[in-house]
């Protein structure tokens, strides 16, 4: 899913074929198959509810701020690096996760907090984006 997505936003790129609604659908569609998939599997006790509300307090946060500068500014931020490489080291931890390996588990251990740090750091820089895009 990840490289599928990568290779999508390469190629509207390089053939110029971006648009607005693709600046929004794509990154919705993210979040919604990041938040399926982590449900599954936070259901069948494959990950743990805190990385799980981390995973969605952060998009739905995302959401709402993107809304608020479309409906009010006519703003659209677009995502930042950090942000894509926590979104990466996300699907991860998921896929090491379906694949319910005991050494994948051990690495997971040490992927949640990088994911968290990530995260952190990532929505840092939007909210200053936010706010000055608020100004």
């Known amino acids: 899913m990840y490289f599928s997505d990568l290779l999508d936003g390469y190629l509207a790129r390089k053939f110029d074929q971006v648009s607005e609604f693709g600046k ?5 569609a993210d979040k919604i ?5 982590a449900l599954i599997l936070l259901y069948l006790g494959r990950i743990p509810l805190w990385f799980v509300l981390i995973i969605v307090l952060r998009d739905v946060i995302i959401l709402g701020c993107g809304i608020y500068l479309d409906k009010k500014k006519d703003i659209r931020l677009m995502s930042n690096y950090p942000g894509k490489t926590a979104v990466f080291f996300i699907g991860v931890v998921l896929l090491f996760s379906i694949i319910n390996s005991p050494v994948l588990k051990e690495i997971n251990s040490y992927l949640y907090y990088l994911c968290i740090l990530l995260i952190t750091y990532s929505s840092y820089l939007y909210y200053r984006r936010f706010r000055e895009a608020v100004k």
Request: aromatic residues 0%; hydrophobic residues 60%.
């Open 33 to 37: 198959s990041v938040t399926v998939i």
């Open 24 to 28: 929004i659908i794509d990154p919705l």
